[in-house]
């Protein structure tokens, strides 16, 4: 029998704040100018929904250990500088949150200091405030389950009574490693094609995201 749902995990970027499309701009630029061409899909196949870890480790393989962290040490600068010029919350999301009657929390590859910028800046660091996790505090980032079984031990639910609403492709591949119900924002940069698995609901509109968790 299927679970029903008791708390609904939400990724960060790119399913919260409108930044992956930030990210993916930013990328590119240090691409070019650090020596590795780099295409906005290569940075969405490769780099969206990791963590820095992998991200760094796949630059460095390229360019060297040495140009990788300044690779990343100008990615948090100037993404830093890009948020605070202006950062919305992902279209609809507002009203998803508001019609859900779930617990909620977040679990994101990013760091907790990007996150209490990003979801600071849209206001919505109060709403999930004492239930965000990283994948700093876990050893495998996505697509390893790691993260978002941590994130269900610490709210003390089944990981089989989770639902985990992701906007890319190793975040739906880490909610279904941990036997979760995955929900695939395609309204970002990925596109629905990735997103696209078993145990996986893939929708393009945030406002509709109560009725599917609902059986809608």
Do not use: N
């Amino acid at each position: 029998m299927i679970k029903p749902i008791e708390l609904v995990i939400f990724d960060c970027d790119g399913v919260l704040v409108d930044s992956e499309r930030l990210a993916v701009r930013l990328q590119v630029a240090l691409g070019a100018e650090l020596g590795w061409p780099i295409t906005a899909d290569e940075v969405v196949e490769r780099f969206i929904g990791r963590s820095k870890e992998s991200i760094v480790g796949q630059i460095a393989e390229r360019l060297g250990a040495e140009t990788a962290a300044l690779w990343w040490s100008l990615l948090v600068r100037r993404h830093r500088d890009a948020v605070d010029t202006g950062l919305d919350p992902v279209d609809g999301l507002p009203e998803a949150l508001a019609a859900l009657t779930l617990p909620t929390c977040v679990a994101s590859s990013g760091s907790h200091a990007k996150m209490r910028h990003t979801l600071g800046r849209t206001g919505l660091y109060a709403h999930f405030e004492g239930r965000i996790y990283s994948a700093s505090e876990v050893s495998r980032g996505k697509p390893a389950p790691d993260l978002f079984l941590y994130a269900a031990r610490r709210m003390g639910v089944d990981p089989a009574a989770c639902a985990v609403v992701e906007g890319s492709g190793p975040g739906v591949a880490a909610a279904r490693a941990a036997g979760m119900r995955a929900f695939g924002y395609a309204g970002g940069s990925t596109p629905a094609a990735r997103l696209e698995g078993p145990d996986t609901v893939v929708f393009g509109d945030m406002r509709a995201l109560p009725g599917l968790l609902a059986g809608r």
